[in-house]
């Protein structure tokens, strides 16, 4: 996954003025804690730019039918590798629940036809992975804000934090399973969704069956498969690695716009 990240590190720092060679060649595991905070910092200047520059509500680029891509790669895991996610998966998701809780008014547990009563959306877009491939799919679910107005929020949640079904490293503390965080701008734009269908059909295992985040205005780390579990939080510091995702915790960027 390295290239490309390399390739925007290396613009952030030249912006910035850091010299080419602290950046290229390896990636932000590997730097001194101090351009580890200078990039922390371009970072949020990368998203409030572009946030000042498009709009807090700028929509991602939508295509037609005829644009969606033959084929769409799957990419990290392609099924969960537990016996709780066979078991669902057997079940055709007819026991699966998605808890919504944390700094939550009223915590849920849906089902996916919970889920499918409630307003969809369907969007066409394209998915651009940092390992550099992109493809464009048809994406149907329900917007995150659709699901947020059942549970509420409490006034100090700033954050939603996505826990997903599989390990993508097997670690003895779990630290290798995945998860992604998106700020409350994000959670309301209109485009941020759950997903349970892609190019009309329900969710395939290898595309993140039942249910997966699209946040179309960023790259495709950001959009978490196998979804289980939201959970509403002031701050990610406590968790894992304490960076917001399973990529960030590995030096990957948290606003990873596009
Ligand atoms: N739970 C989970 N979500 C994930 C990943 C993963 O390994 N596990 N990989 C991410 C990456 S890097 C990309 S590019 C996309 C790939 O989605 P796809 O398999 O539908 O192409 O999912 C993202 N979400
Ligand atoms: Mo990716």
Sequence with gaps: MSRILTRRNFLIGSTLGISATALTGCDLLDQNA????????????????????????????EFAETDISPSFRVNGTSAPDSEEYAALSEAKFANWRLKVEGLVERPQELSLADLKTLP?????TRHDCVEGWSAIGKWTGVPLANVLALSGLKSTARYLVFHCADELQKTLDGSGRYYESID?????HPQTMLAYQMNGQDLSVGHGAPLRLRVERQLGYKQAKYLMRIEAVDSFAGLWGGNGGYWEDRGYEWYAGI
């Design 184 to 188: 409350l701008v994000d959670a309301f």
């Design 120 to 124: 969809a959306r369907t969007q066409i």
């Design 34 to 61: 101090g351009i580890a905070e200078v990039l922390k910092s371009a970072e949020r200047l990368t998203m409030t730019g572009q946030r000042l520059l498009q709009g807090r509500n700028a929509l991602a680029r």
